[in-house]
């Protein structure tokens, strides 16, 4: 099993999620993030933490997780990809990482029967 986070641009989440359930994948979690990379963005203030104006420059993102299959992966990345992609500095990034087991709650059940 493999888990894909991606951060996007978050008017792309819908068409992603969209696109996702038809290639089969059957859960994720969406977060709303911000964030800074190539694209810069601008300053922020964050009183509540460092009563001072942040030197970093954030911009709203969302966060997509799933667990899928290790045989989706390369199918679920190409379907991320081709909704997501703007051609535009910050379209958003990928990262995978083996997952070594998953656990059900409700029915014990582990591994992909768990996904």
Do not use: S, W
């Not at 989706?72 to 990262?95: E, L, P, S, Y």
Request: proline share 2%; hydrophobic share 40%.
């Amino acid at each position: 099993m493999t888990k894909i986070e991606c951060i996007l641009q978050p008017n792309k989440v819908r068409e992603v999620k969209d696109c996702l359930g038809k290639i089969g994948v059957k859960g994720m979690t969406v977060t709303e993030a911000i964030g800074c990379g190539l694209q810069k963005g601008h300053a922020d203030m964050d009183l509540e933490v460092f009563e001072n104006e942040l030197d970093i420059a954030l911009l709203p993102k969302t966060k997509i997780e799933m667990v899928v299959a290790d045989a989706m992966v390369d199918n679920v990345i190409d379907t991320i990809i081709k909704a997501a992609r703007t051609g535009k500095v910050g379209d958003g990034k990928i990262f995978t990482y083996h997952i070594k087991d998953a656990i059900r709650i409700r029915t014990g059940e582990t591994g992909e029967k768990a996904i």
